[in-house]
């Protein structure tokens, strides 16, 4: 629980529940005459690419495994949906449904609805402009979801008592409205572009093994492609091309507990969180991302909405063949002078707008959040912080806490500890048969 409320994840194979552990990403259990034991069965790193590496050829071959990944998708012909955003990735998989139901390829036909969550009160959460263009182009039904109207807190009840743990995901609500809007169209089957990031842009070590390759050039076009693009400055492009003189100036070498962690758990959590000695290349690091706790645990309480809400989610981009793919190819083909989704860009650019191919930014939804937490848990941040509940007292100290939940209440960016913090409380509510004060929670569904 302290991980938890730390991290936002639990370490691999841990859950909540003594004598339970989790299966790790890409094993299976096996019961046998000898016991039980775990197996690895996939790997996402198979080598370098034996291939051409002609741009014209990469392309060829990406569009040919995506294709042949959405059509995976929906070959049930299972009355399908889109969660459409503005950017390349959803948009590249709405495009590919479309083109195969065109093609008479799918045996459902095209996809019934786009949804896109919007927000007329705040524009810079709202890619309604660009989602619409897409399923125009397309001619796939679109339809908006207003974020206003989605309290954080949204079906947590339901989905805690079918689960049986806290969610490891902030978007909670709002994913609870999508399925439900989903189901109101009849869908059965949502198609999602969810984290194509992890296989198109690497991780930030990247920079280091530049630097440590001695690619002078190379790094420059990425220093200089990450500050116009992505506006990072010096310290930040620094910090991440030479971690460990950023470890010994900034003492960031050693990960520290937040110091509103229990002291006596403290030690624990740290132990838990160092970084475990890793000797793979950087490559099969890179392609290993894939498979990291926090990509799991959350889609977690997807898998469960799903049950919840008689909808499966479906990845297209975690085609194993196609993930095989784009971790084998060079990573500037991926990702270069810090534009993201090159080939993506490329070998899709018939079934994306202009804009879209174009668009390198990804609309996020921190403002809506920022707003919903005050608005929606208020009253119950309020309550935390004058110590009317005993069931987080165990991991938390909150005269320490109590300043990250006053800055919050009065307009500050709310740390996401605070989400946290009222989902192990609800949870434990749950567990242990407690009544909750009405009073702190009377607004706590709706907006």
């Known amino acids: 629980m302290a991980e938890y409320l730390a991290t936002g994840v639990l370490s691999e194979g841990d859950t909540f529940h003594r004598e339970i552990k989790r299966v790790p990403a890409a094993s299976r259990l096996s019961a046998g005459p000898g016991g039980v034991r775990v197996e690895r069965y996939w790997h996402p790193w198979s080598g370098p690419w034996t291939g051409s590496l002609k741009a014209g050829d990469l392309d060829a071959e990406f569009q040919r495994l995506f294709r042949r990944a959405v059509h995976a998708t929906l070959a049930d012909g299972l009355p399908s949906g889109v969660l459409l955003s503005g950017g390349p990735d959803s948009s590249g998989v709405l495009g590919m449904a479309a083109a195969l ?25 709202d890619e309604t402009a660009l989602a619409r263009e897409t399923a125009a182009l397309h001619g796939v039904p679109w339809r908006s979801v207003a974020l206003e109207h989605i309290s954080p807190l949204h079906g947590l009840d339901r989905f805690l008592e079918r689960f049986g743990e806290p969610p490891c995901a902030g978007a909670f609500g709002l994913e609870s409205c999508l399925f439900e809007e989903a189901r109101s169209d009849g869908v059965r089957v949502l198609l999602d572009g969810y984290d194509a990031d992890i296989l198109f842009v690497p991780p930030f070590s990247y920079l280091w093994e530049l630097f440590r390759g001695l690619r002078w050039g190379r790094l420059a076009k990425e220093w200089v492609g ?88 479906r990845h297209p981009y975690f085609d194993p063949r196609l993930v095989r793919f784009l971790f084998s190819i060079p990573l500037e083909d991926r990702f270069s002078g810090g534009e993201t989704k090159i080939l993506m860009r490329r070998s899709l650019a018939d079934l994306l707008t202009p804009t879209v191919r174009r668009r390198i930014h990804k609309t996020r939804y921190r403002t809506y959040f920022n707003r919903a937490w005050r608005q929606v848990l208020g009253p119950r941040l309020t309550a935390l912080a004058e110590g009317r509940s005993s069931l987080l007292d165990a991991y938390i100290d909150r005269r320490l806490l109590y300043p990250t939940i006053r800055a919050t209440l009065h307009g500050e960016p709310p740390d996401p500890v605070l989400w946290r913090m009222i989902g192990l409380e609800r949870w434990l509510m749950l567990r242990t048969g407690q009544r909750m004060e009405v009073r702190d929670y009377e607004d706590a569904y709706t907006p």
């Open 101 to 125: 139901a065109r093609e008479g390829a799918l045996p459902g036909g095209r996809p019934r609805v786009a949804l896109t969550a919007a927000s007329e009160q705040l524009p810079q959460c």
């Open 226 to 313: 990450l500050k116009r693009r992505h506006n990072f400055g010096l310290r930040r492009l620094t910090r991440d091309t030479l971690p460990p003189l950023a470890h010994r100036i900034y003492a960031a070498g050693r990960p520290r507990a937040p110091g509103w962690i229990r002291p006596h758990i403290r030690a624990d959590l740290e132990d838990r969180l160092r970084p475990k000695p890793n000797r793979l290349s950087f490559e099969e690091r890179t392609a290993e991302r894939a498979l990291l706790a926090d990509v799991g645990l959350k889609l977690e309480p997807t898998r469960a909405l799903e049950r919840l809400h008689g909808i499966e989610r």
